[in-house]
């Protein structure tokens, strides 16, 4: 359990990174406008863009859904209310997992960099894989084996309790209004042509395994391991943002055109404020699948609206 004298350098840490991770994102939103750099990638797979704002308004949208669709009661406290999560076990009260959360951040770090160091030595997408894999996936299974090692066996899990039974349609809303926004009218992306260029098997494998690599494996790692665990450590919105800010930063190597300080601009007002939906749809509900639906969409739903 945290000590008294911890609680007010703890809330002074919680509105420390959220006030700087909003700024990272607003600072990036007027240098992009000053600049008139507005237009941002939407694709690693080509160069064409639209508007920053026009990834805002869905955002914004299914995340006032989100909000005002409330979790069951049945849910812990302490996840979109702003305050730390109580980490408990069998055992009781225990303290927050600073140390997992710094360990699984130090592995979003290195991704990024080292997938920018891949992209730059022109490793194409088995480095990329490879990179993903390690980073993503090997290392943070090498530390929750080593945890539980330490540990006896006990089964410990920061803020990962189960999701209520109740409400569990109430993540549709929120995500069928961002798609239908996203896809649909006027912030609608453009269609991709890709679905007419391959035979309906290797579209198929492609999207399947684009899937698992990029939604599966993402949202398993920036939501449900890193921001959980910030959140026992900073509240639900420090975390969110965190953990959004640290997902959009290694997209600079593949969408970025080579200069740092703007790549990265552009990726904090794309991927970043899209994060700040997906980490709320998480914090709020505890679901896996209104994560994988969006993030999903997010990859594939100009294919698929190309289809039709």
């Known amino acids: 359990m945290l000590s008294q004298r911890a609680i007010p350098r703890r809330r002074a840490l919680s509105a420390t990174v959220l006030v700087l991770g909003l700024g990272a994102v607003a600072a990036s939103a007027l240098w992009l406008l000053v600049t008139g750099e507005t237009g941002i990638r939407y694709s690693a797979d080509h160069d064409d863009t639209v508007p920053m704002w026009h990834q805002w308004v869905p955002v ?36 927050p ?42 290392a943070p299974l090498l530390l929750f084996w080593w945890l539980r090692r330490g540990r006896r066996g006990q089964a410990r899990s920061w803020a990962l309790w189960p999701a209520p039974a109740r409400n569990r349609a109430a993540p549709a809303v929120p995500v069928l209004a961002w798609a239908l926004l996203t896809y649909v009218g006027p912030f609608a992306k453009p269609p991709s042509g890709f679905g007419s260029t391959v035979d309906p098997v ?59 300080a703007p790549d990265l601009a552009a990726v904090f007002v794309n991927q970043g404020v899209t994060g700040l939906f997906l980490g709320f749809l998480w914090s709020r509900y505890r679901r896996m699948w209104p994560l994988l639906v969006v993030h999903g969409l997010v990859n594939s739903g100009t294919i698929l609206i190309g289809l039709l």
Do not use: C
């Not at 699984?104 to 894989?129: D, H, N």
């Not at 999207?207 to 939604?215: D, H, I, K, T």
């Open 60 to 95: 914004a949208v299914g995340v006032a859904l989100t909000w005002l669709i409330p979790r069951s009661r049945e849910a812990a406290p302490g996840t979109a209310d702003g305050t730390a999560v109580a980490a408990t076990a069998a055992t009781g009260p225990r303290r």
């Open 97 to 138: 997992p600073l140390g997992e959360a710094l360990a699984l951040t130090a592995m979003a770090l290195a991704f990024a960099v080292a997938l920018y160091a891949v992209s730059a030595a022109g490793a194409g997408e088995p480095g990329y894989i490879l990179t993903k894999a390690l980073a993503l996936l090997v």
């Open 202 to 260: 290797t579209l198929v494998a492609v999207l399947a395994v684009g899937f698992l690599l990029n939604a599966v494996l993402e949202e398993v790692f920036y939501r449900r391991w890193l921001q959980s665990r910030w959140e026992a450590v900073l509240g639900a919105w420090p975390a969110i943002v965190l953990a959004s800010l640290l997902w959009a930063s290694w997209h600079v190597a593949i969408q970025g055109r080579g200069d740092l």
